[in-house]
């Protein structure tokens, strides 16, 4: 291989087996983090911990969010007021807007639980005074395809590999194994285009590689905790920790949105920001879910088939690039179920991630169906039953 071989890591299971896989086909590579500052402490724990112990040191790139050092006063300068004095109020108001956008970033990076570690996502949400949403997707541009592309451009002849399968959707499923990506500037290698589940679960056991702890929970995926399309089941289980850093982050980007609008002299009247958008209206006409009524919704009103909220557009963007790990969808796709497949119990499928990984017994009592269900649906996803550590008995 001629170029400089760079894996694009999130701290998922698929990345994770794509570095092993590089390591067992002897292909020396650099991993790279993009960084949101909104991820899992867990995560930042396993990249930092187990993962950098197996593929050395890990390249962490962040956006470097500077507050902005003046801010246009369009009333004050429709007024006609002498240039001078505009410059001179336009950049007191920058100072004086950047000391409260700094002191907002701390009090929310506080509620993280990353030890006060600055957060790209939160700052430029307050920079913006507007959160991502699928028509303003900047989180995946600003946070983590521009700091990856930027780091690529630095290496000769760079060759992206990223842990798409294409299993997980009908859109990955048309993805090649290579191909060159003119938004990376760069070839993009997808080793794993091909593997299926049971695959990425083997090369861990192989490897004696424990998986991201938090798929050990109700977790399907890895990478921005929560991303803006998380689903249900996601928002469901937000400890409360993040709850109130959403809530305040929300508030204050309601407040900088406001006097924005102030300075711009609109008066038109908009929605409150916040974190979740639907992509259709509400009952009440607009897009806005507060983080207390996405979390009542999804929590208090959780049913097997309740209508995803905010998931739709996880395609595109982050997952796209193979920049985050956005997990199994709820069916695999049809082309390439295996021809004895058959629907399965509905409830054991935000379990799946945990054949092979946990005893089927324990499987069953999270999901609530019985051992001798999760038994049969692990036979049928080709997974081996769990074998504890030091053992070679398989503990059903
Ligand atoms: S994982 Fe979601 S919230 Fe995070 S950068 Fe990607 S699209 Fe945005």
Redesign the pocket.
């Known amino acids: 291989m001629s170029g400089a071989v760079v894996l694009s890591c999130s701290g998922g299971k698929d990345s994770t087996a794509t570095g092993l896989y590089l390591q067992e086909q002897g292909i020396p590579f650099e991993a790279i983090f993009c960084d949101?500052g909104?991820e899992h402490p867990a995560t930042y724990d396993y990249l930092r911990g187990p993962l950098t112990a197996r593929f050395g040191q890990i390249r962490v790139l962040s956006a470097d969010v500077r507050w902005p050092e003046r801010v246009r006063l369009h009333v004050l300068r429709a007024s006609g007021a002498p240039m001078a004095e505009i410059d001179a109020a336009e950049r007191a108001e920058g100072a004086r807007l950047a000391e409260v956008c700094e002191t907002m970033a701390r009090e929310v990076e506080a509620l993280l639980g990353c030890g006060g570690a600055r957060s790209p996502l939160v700052r430029t949400a307050l920079k913006k005074a507007v959160f991502?949403a699928r028509v303003l997707?900047w989180?995946?541009q600003e946070?983590?395809a521009f700091p990856a592309k930027a780091y690529l451009g630095t290496l000769d002849d760079p060759i992206n590999v990223v842990g798409i399968r294409a299993e997980e959707s009908k859109s990955r499923s048309l993805m090649p194994e290579r191909e060159y990506d003119a938004g990376m500037d760069c070839e993009t290698w997808r080793p794993l285009i091909r593997w299926t589940f049971a695959d990425v679960v083997a090369i861990h056991h192989r490897h004696g590689l424990a998986p991201n702890p938090l798929y050990m929970g109700s977790a399907l995926r890895v990478?921005?905790y929560p991303?803006?399309?998380a689903r249900n089941s996601e928002i469901a289980s937000l400890d409360a920790g993040r709850v109130a850093a959403i809530r305040l982050l929300e508030r204050f980007v309601a407040e900088l949105a406001e006097a924005r609008i102030g300075r711009a002299g609109d008066i038109v009247k908009r929605a409150m920001p916040t974190f979740f958008q639907s992509e259709n209206k509400n009952a009440d006409g607009g897009y806005a879910w507060p983080i207390d009524k996405a979390v009542a919704y999804t929590k208090y009103r959780s049913t097997e088939n309740q209508t995803e909220l905010f998931s739709g557009g996880r395609e595109e963007?982050?997952m796209r690039w193979g920049l985050?790990n956005t997990g199994r969808l709820r069916r695999p796709p049809r082309e390439i179920r295996p021809h004895n497949y058959r629907p399965r119990p509905a409830r054991l499928d935000p379990y799946r991630h945990l054949f092979g990984v946990l005893p089927d017994r324990e499987i069953a009592r999270r999901a609530g169906v019985t051992s001798s269900v999760v038994r049969e649906m692990r036979r049928r996803s080709g997974v081996a039953p769990y074998t504890p550590p030091g053992s070679d008995q398989p503990t059903l």
Do not use: N, Q
């Open positions: 949101t909104w991502p997707r989180c995946t946070l983590k990478g921005c991303c803006i399309f963007g982050c985050c």
